[in-house]
């Protein structure tokens, strides 16, 4: 499998991952939103999302 998705090819909807979607299962059923690494899935991605929001917010404690 290539790592760059063709035309109309659906992409892996974990956070920065830019890899085609796994194929669907050939006796059918939808195409999986994932591509085929094994650490990406459901919850690694909503883990990396909430990762990345809080590096990406301010820092709303302040020192007294």
Same mark, same amino acid.
């Given at each position: 499998m290539s790592d760059r998705p063709g035309p109309g090819q659906k992409i892996c909807i974990y956070p920065g991952c830019e890899r085609p979607a796994a194929p669907a299962h050939p006796q #059918? #059923?939808?195409?999986p939103a994932f591509c085929d690494r094994e650490e990406h899935n459901a919850l690694t991605a909503h883990h990396e999302r909430l990762r990345r929001a809080a590096e990406s917010s301010p820092d709303d404690e302040r020192s007294t």
């Amino acid at each position: 499998m290539s790592d760059r998705p063709g035309p109309g090819q659906k992409i892996c909807i974990y956070p920065g991952c830019e890899r085609p979607a796994a194929p669907a299962h050939p006796q #059918g #059923g939808p195409q999986p939103a994932f591509c085929d690494r094994e650490e990406h899935n459901a919850l690694t991605a909503h883990h990396e999302r909430l990762r990345r929001a809080a590096e990406s917010s301010p820092d709303d404690e302040r020192s007294t």
